[in-house]
């Protein structure tokens, strides 16, 4: 046996379970509604779960664990557009045959993880891969993290260590940057730390405002100028979305980016970008690309998409060892479907002006102009995005009647969440294997569900 290299026969096994288990998976491909029976089979299964978890479902959904493309099947038959993805991390859609190589090839390993101690060429190939695809930038390293929280508190540390004493930490309104014990601090929302103990100094200044685009970067800069002035001695970094999930899929400008970022670097402050659910659903790879922003970022922080979680950083910022380690990289089919996945990115027909995922985003918007001037006029109001994140306002743009919007179009066949308080959106967190049917019957459902409710 050749040393780390299955025999052929082994890779002939292989490979027909891999075309049996896609061809199973196949046959998942249009939505079906299931029996008053199965359905009630089924959420008898989920107030288990719900009794085990301490509390309510939103969607009454317990996956059969078959699903293929955009469709994802329940247990109780029924098959549904899945347009968010987990909240993020299936970018690709479900079954696809990369995730399942990679689950074969882990399957192959005499470990189920693997970590920092002793090392393995899976996560070597994945830091490869994904330091080759920001070679532009300073960022030089990159480190796991067990979630998308983990990997911003890694880079607060780095930050920190270099920074101290100062420890406060500029963020916007509206942010969210997980809800670990720091990062609940930089999250916006009170809601997500009722009752908390602060644990980290975040002043929060205005993101760029969509409605007043042309006074917008004045008065965040106005606002970082202010803090300055009382904060200067105590700051370390600013970080930001520079497109904001939670708030609704809010961005900016390069030149409103730029501007800020060139006020950060005056201050000589650290520019930490969270790309946790940006990363492979932009225009480019990293929404920092998009935005011609390599120079200006020191850290960045990925997870979702990418199937692992981590923090990319420049030389200046490589902590001390002691300060960053972990038992875990990961289990082994995330880290192997992690660089099979920035590989199909980088190679395949994703980015750029004309490739698939700014066409997926045209047809969403069109689609959606398309409706707020036609049947739904003044029942979708706004609609927008950019890449893969979609989002759009239905009736009055309130919680209750966009959550009531969600479940009905969950019954109709497809799967949505909401974003964002005042307003509330509904937002798409959409898979590249949607194809120009998918989307045609998409909005077929989207304007059905509104001309239903509103
Ligand atoms: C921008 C952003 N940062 C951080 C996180 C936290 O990631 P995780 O849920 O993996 O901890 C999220 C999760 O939604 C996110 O959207």
Redesign the pocket.
Known sequence: MDIGKLSVETQNQMNELFSSILLEHQKVNKIKHSKEEDFSSMEDAIKSYEKNKGRESFFPYLSSGYGHGPFTQLIDGSVKYDLIGA??PNLLGHSHPLYIKSHLEAATSDVMTCGNLLNYKEPLRLTEEILESVKNSRLKHFWFAG????A?DSALKMIWQKKAPKYKVIAFNQA?????IA?QDITFNPKYRENMPKTLEVCHVPHFDQKNPQSSLKRTLDALEAIWKKESESICAITI?LIQ??AGFVYGTKHFYKEVFKWAKEKNLYIWV?E??TFGRTREMFAFQMFELDEYVDIV?V??ALQV?GTLYSEELNPSPGLIAGTFNGALATIIAGQKIVNYLRKGPFYGENGRIHQIENAFLSSLKKLSETTCKGKIKYYGGIGTMISFEVGDSDKPSTINFIKKLYQNGIISFIAGDKPTRVRFLLPLSLTDEHIKEIFAIVEKTTLDLF
């Open positions: 909240m993020g979630s998308g929280s983990f911003n969210f940057a997980g809800r670990s990062t979305e999930g939670e969270d946790v659910q922080t997870g979702k979680c």
